[in-house]
């Protein structure tokens, strides 16, 4: 397993952006794919983009492509995520995740989570 700490939500107007960063502990980082889920109130929690381990491949929800980067730093162990024109639909606890097994963080079953981040947009 990997010990995962996300930072960087807050609040932000719509059209706005935020940058979360999930910073990582051990030395097998880089064999982990890195992604993030988050969970809006009330509803179910949703994959929104993944990296693979050496971060060449990269995946993202439908709603959220052109308008999210997720990209890593390996040499940080750090994996980040850009968000860029934010809609209040995007508001959400958003949630680091870590498997090697990068389908995984895809279909919600990861083996690491981080504590969660709270991203909150406004109109």
């Known amino acids: 397993q990997v010990t995962l700490v996300e930072s960087g939500g807050g609040l932000v107007q719509a059209g706005g952006s935020l940058r979360l960063s999930c910073a990582a502990s051990?030395?097998?980082?880089?064999?982990?794919?890195i992604g993030w889920i988050r969970q809006a109130p009330g509803k179910e929690r949703e994959f929104v983009a993944v990296?693979?381990?050496?971060?060449?491949?990269?995946y993202y929800e439908d709603s959220v492509k052109g308008r999210f980067t997720i990209s890593r730093d390996n040499a940080k162990n750090t994996v980040y995520l850009q968000m860029n024109s934010l809609k209040p639909e995007d508001t959400a606890v958003y949630y680091c995740?870590?498997?090697?097994?990068?389908?995984?963080?895809?279909?919600?079953?990861?083996?690491?989570w981080g504590q969660g981040t709270q991203v909150t947009v406004s109109s």
């Open positions: 990296t693979s381990r050496g971060g060449g491949s990269t």
């Open positions: 995740a870590g498997d090697q097994v990068l389908h995984n963080i895809v279909v919600l079953i990861p083996g690491s």
């Open positions: 051990g030395r097998t980082f880089s064999s982990y794919a």
